[in-house]
């Protein structure tokens, strides 16, 4: 199967109704707290320190971090980037007192359709689930860094099979979701995520908490 025929299998969990019904608690809640030991308080902090007005935010089945980080009068310019149709309309949705842009788009490829720049970019829990080892999914940082204005973050996190400590329930449901193809971060470690950061940008920080690597990146000093 190619990479863009995983991208595409990896996604299509997010498009069942039950999946959509119940996302923000089965994974943002549950899941956090007992399988990643990474609570979704600890997601919400790191959305709040960097999110700004002008938001594009990537992997969209949940909006829970981006909805908590900032009051809706603050999302005027938001742009909502997913390669699930699905995932997008329920975010558009959602949000639409904030008339949202959705992008149909898989960060795999170069993004050649009209965006706006913008100054902050979150991409939450998406890089484990697309195909391929640090060395290939992180394109999705050079081509994400193209819509950013200068000194404009890129911040997110993504969950981590090496350089991180998992718990049994953890490590276990990692490797069903890695074998079902839902998850693609076998390989996935923290220094593969550190290349990646730092071969696209002047500063970057990652924190870990349980199996997450929170990340935040920009040409400029990260305050
Ligand atoms: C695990 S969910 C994360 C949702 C949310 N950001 C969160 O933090 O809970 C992954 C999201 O990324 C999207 N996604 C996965 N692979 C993608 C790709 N290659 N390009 C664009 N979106 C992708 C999925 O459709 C889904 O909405």
């Given at each position: 199967m190619d990479t863009d025929a995983r991208a595409k299998k990896s996604v299509q969990v997010y498009s069942s109704r039950t999946m959509l019904a119940v996302y923000d608690f089965y994974v943002t809640y549950f899941n956090n707290r007992f399988a990643w030991n990474c609570p979704r308080e600890k997601l919400v902090s790191h959305y709040r320190r960097h999110v700004t007005d002008e938001h594009l935010e990537v992997g969209v089945v949940s909006t829970y971090y981006l909805q908590r980080a900032l009051p809706a009068s603050r999302l005027k310019n938001l742009q909502l980037m997913d390669l699930n149709p699905d995932c997008l309309s329920k975010a558009a949705d959602q949000l639409k007192h904030c008339q949202p842009k959705p992008i149909q788009h898989n960060v795999l490829h170069p993004f050649e359709g009209s965006a706006e720049p913008v100054t902050s970019i979150g991409i939450n829990y998406v890089l484990h689930v697309v195909p391929g080892q640090f060395p290939q999914k992180g394109v999705a940082f050079s081509h994400l860094k193209h819509?950013?204005?200068?000194?404009g973050v890129l911040f997110g996190s993504t969950l981590l099979s090496i350089g991180v400590k998992r718990n049994l329930f953890g490590s276990l449901l990692m490797k069903a979701f890695n074998r079902m193809g839902i998850?693609?971060?076998?390989?996935?470690?923290l220094d593969g995520l550190r290349t990646a950061l730092a071969q696209n940008f002047r500063h970057y920080r990652i924190e870990v908490q349980g199996a997450a690597a929170l990340f935040s990146a920009s040409d400029e000093a990260l305050s």
């Amino acid at each position: 199967m190619d990479t863009d025929a995983r991208a595409k299998k990896s996604v299509q969990v997010y498009s069942s109704r039950t999946m959509l019904a119940v996302y923000d608690f089965y994974v943002t809640y549950f899941n956090n707290r007992f399988a990643w030991n990474c609570p979704r308080e600890k997601l919400v902090s790191h959305y709040r320190r960097h999110v700004t007005d002008e938001h594009l935010e990537v992997g969209v089945v949940s909006t829970y971090y981006l909805q908590r980080a900032l009051p809706a009068s603050r999302l005027k310019n938001l742009q909502l980037m997913d390669l699930n149709p699905d995932c997008l309309s329920k975010a558009a949705d959602q949000l639409k007192h904030c008339q949202p842009k959705p992008i149909q788009h898989n960060v795999l490829h170069p993004f050649e359709g009209s965006a706006e720049p913008v100054t902050s970019i979150g991409i939450n829990y998406v890089l484990h689930v697309v195909p391929g080892q640090f060395p290939q999914k992180g394109v999705a940082f050079s081509h994400l860094k193209h819509l950013l204005r200068p000194g404009g973050v890129l911040f997110g996190s993504t969950l981590l099979s090496i350089g991180v400590k998992r718990n049994l329930f953890g490590s276990l449901l990692m490797k069903a979701f890695n074998r079902m193809g839902i998850f693609n971060n076998s390989d996935d470690g923290l220094d593969g995520l550190r290349t990646a950061l730092a071969q696209n940008f002047r500063h970057y920080r990652i924190e870990v908490q349980g199996a997450a690597a929170l990340f935040s990146a920009s040409d400029e000093a990260l305050s």
